[in-house]
């Protein structure tokens, strides 16, 4: 295996880069689902009618894998009601009329951290997630075996067209940055942190380089401006040299591994007390008029985003929450900014266009684009026969789903799709056999 992993050059699109975030002001209300994270809704703490402020908690985070959730502004709530998710379920929000005050709640205190279980309790009450698009809640992945923990891997690639907001906490939230860092690697034995950017962010590099020449044990790794970059296993590999196996998690080979966001996240609450109630978001694509950074209110619908970006100069084809190669579509203008919401692209018609599918022609593009060299080809095959041992032998679950191969493919096959359903069938399966097992 050659050191560095097959992806692709795609265009980088960075048409916000040099432009500073701008925060939103006038916000008439936000909608917050009770779901923003891997793993269990929170249950709402609120009721209709109730008065809130900024820092209010509206909900709790239920069992060992669920998030807390607080209010983005102060007022009334108004609504408790369930709102339509992504992947086509549905979870209970909470409404929040703005007094236009965005006056802050008189528990927002800084925490006391002296020891590594107070700040534990510190990150799960901030209510960081992972903030680079997984929304895996942040104690959780701090709460394993910290004697595994030996390297702290920052993902600032940010490898994703479009998306420059994770290069703006690089640049803009230093201090926020360093404070975790600092206490992060005080209680917990961390040997050595990485933060990992790629070659393209220029004054993103400078100012981590500045920020780790004052910490120990602390480097910048720069590496090509190559798609998928920023995937967890093809970052561990590029930095360590580690190899996570299939099914295992980057502690198994000593690394935990945080997006930059989520890091000043942590920062920010440890300094000043206030969780996370705010996202800064890129604002991109074809429709939008004036695309830029937006700090926004958790909660803010889309169509409030768009009209603060100058409006929309056409209708969009598609929505995305994220990036043009791993995103997911909004299912409308209501759609609310989530806690890990990085980007949203409105693409026109020529930009979301997909082309017509036809016959694969053999020609092993797929394969030998794949960081890991999987076949989608023949797991497309598998597939469609059902065949879950082959499956299994063609290694899909290793798929991180980031459409290098549906991307690269020149009959345009949905393969990048099909490994998610391919997945998917393999996780039914397995549900089946341990049903009837008893387990």
């Given at each position: 295996?050659?050191?560095?992993?097959?992806?692709?050059?795609?265009?980088?699109?960075?048409?916000?880069?040099?432009?500073?975030?701008?925060?939103?002001?006038?916000?008439?209300?936000?909608?917050?689902?009770?779901?923003?994270?891997?793993?269990?809704?929170?249950?709402?703490?609120?009721?209709?009618?109730?008065?809130?402020?900024?820092?209010?908690?509206?909900?709790?985070?239920?069992?060992?894998?669920?998030?807390?959730?607080?209010?983005?502004?102060?007022?009334?709530?108004?609504?408790?009601?369930?709102?339509?998710?992504?992947?086509?379920?549905?979870?209970?929000?909470?409404?929040?009329?703005?007094?236009?005050?965005?006056?802050?709640?008189?528990?927002?205190?800084?925490?006391?951290?002296?020891?590594?279980?107070?700040?534990?309790?510190?990150?799960?009450?901030?209510?960081?997630?992972?903030?680079?698009?997984?929304?895996?809640?942040?104690?959780?992945?701090?709460?394993?075996?910290?004697?595994?923990?030996?390297?702290?891997?920052?993902?600032?690639?940010?490898?994703?067209?479009?998306?420059?907001?994770?290069?703006?906490?690089?640049?803009?939230?230093?201090?926020?940055?360093?404070?975790?860092?600092?206490?992060?690697?005080?209680?917990?034995?961390?040997?050595?942190?990485?933060?990992?950017?790629?070659?393209?962010?220029?004054?993103?590099?400078?100012?981590?380089?500045?920020?780790?020449?004052?910490?120990?044990?602390?480097?910048?790794?720069?590496?090509?401006?190559?798609?998928?970059?920023?995937?967890?296993?093809?970052?561990?590999?590029?930095?360590?040299?580690?190899?996570?196996?299939?099914?295992?998690?980057?502690?198994?080979?000593?690394?935990?591994?945080?997006?930059?966001?989520?890091?000043?996240?942590?920062?920010?609450?440890?300094?000043?007390?206030?969780?996370?109630?705010?996202?800064?978001?890129?604002?991109?694509?074809?429709?939008?008029?004036?695309?830029?950074?937006?700090?926004?209110?958790?909660?803010?619908?889309?169509?409030?985003?768009?009209?603060?970006?100058?409006?929309?100069?056409?209708v969009p084809d598609k929505i995305l929450y994220g990036g043009p190669m791993m995103g997911v579509t909004v299912p409308d203008m209501s759609s609310p900014v989530i806690k890990n919401t990085n980007a949203v692209i409105a693409l026109t018609p020529k930009e979301a266009w997909l082309p017509r599918t036809t016959a694969c022609?053999?020609?092993?593009?797929?394969?030998?684009?794949?960081?890991?060299?999987?076949?989608?080809?023949?797991?497309?095959?598998?597939?469609?026969?059902?065949?879950?041992?082959?499956?299994?032998?063609?290694?899909?679950?290793?798929?991180?789903?980031?459409?290098?191969?549906?991307?690269?493919?020149?009959?345009?096959?949905?393969?990048?799709?099909?490994?998610?359903?391919?997945?998917?069938?393999?996780?039914?399966?397995?549900?089946?056999?341990?049903?009837r097992n008893g387990k």
């Amino acid at each position: 295996m050659s050191f560095f992993l097959k992806g692709l050059h795609v265009p980088h699109r960075k048409n916000t880069a040099d432009k500073p975030a701008v925060r939103m002001t006038d916000i008439k209300s936000v909608t917050i689902p009770m779901l923003m994270h891997i793993g269990a809704p929170s249950t709402p703490t609120v009721k209709v009618g109730d008065l809130v402020k900024v820092g209010t908690k509206i909900g709790e985070g239920a069992g060992g894998l669920s998030s807390e959730i607080y209010a983005s502004v102060s007022g009334k709530v108004t609504k408790i009601a369930d709102i339509r998710l992504t992947g086509g379920g549905t979870v209970p929000s909470v409404t929040i009329e703005s007094d236009g005050e965005m006056a802050v709640c008189e528990t927002v205190a800084v925490p006391t951290v002296t020891s590594r279980e107070e700040l534990l309790a510190a990150i799960k009450a901030s209510g960081v997630v992972g903030l680079g698009g997984a929304g895996f809640p942040t104690y959780v992945k701090w709460s394993a075996d910290p004697s595994k923990m030996e390297e702290l891997i920052i993902n600032g690639a940010e490898c994703e067209p479009y998306i420059t907001s994770d290069s703006l906490t690089m640049t803009d939230r230093v201090d926020d940055m360093e404070t975790a860092i600092r206490i992060l690697t005080k209680y917990f034995p961390i040997k050595r942190t990485v933060i990992a950017i790629e070659s393209n962010k220029k004054s993103a590099i400078a100012s981590m380089q500045e920020m780790a020449s004052r910490l120990e044990n602390t480097e910048v790794k720069v590496l090509p401006s190559v798609y998928p970059q920023g995937g967890e296993k093809v970052l561990v590999y590029h930095t360590t040299g580690k190899v996570i196996e299939t099914g295992k998690l980057p502690l198994d080979v000593g690394c935990v591994v945080c997006n930059c966001t989520t890091i000043a996240a942590i920062g920010s609450y440890l300094k000043t007390g206030m969780p996370l109630v705010e996202k800064c978001v890129t604002v991109d694509g074809g429709c939008v008029k004036n695309p830029q950074n937006v700090i926004a209110p958790i909660g803010t619908a889309l169509s409030d985003i768009f009209e603060f970006c100058g409006g929309l100069t056409a209708v969009p084809d598609k929505i995305l929450y994220g990036g043009p190669m791993m995103g997911v579509t909004v299912p409308d203008m209501s759609s609310p900014v989530i806690k890990n919401t990085n980007a949203v692209i409105a693409l026109t018609p020529k930009e979301a266009w997909l082309p017509r599918t036809t016959a694969c022609i053999r020609c092993g593009a797929c394969t030998n684009t794949c960081p890991f060299g999987l076949a989608p080809a023949e797991i497309l095959l598998a597939y469609k026969k059902k065949d879950t041992e082959m499956l299994k032998k063609l290694s899909v679950d290793t798929c991180m789903l980031c459409g290098c191969c549906s991307y690269i493919c020149p009959a345009n096959r949905p393969l990048v799709q099909n490994n998610n359903l391919s997945k998917q069938l393999l996780r039914d399966e397995r549900a089946k056999e341990a049903a009837r097992n008893g387990k």
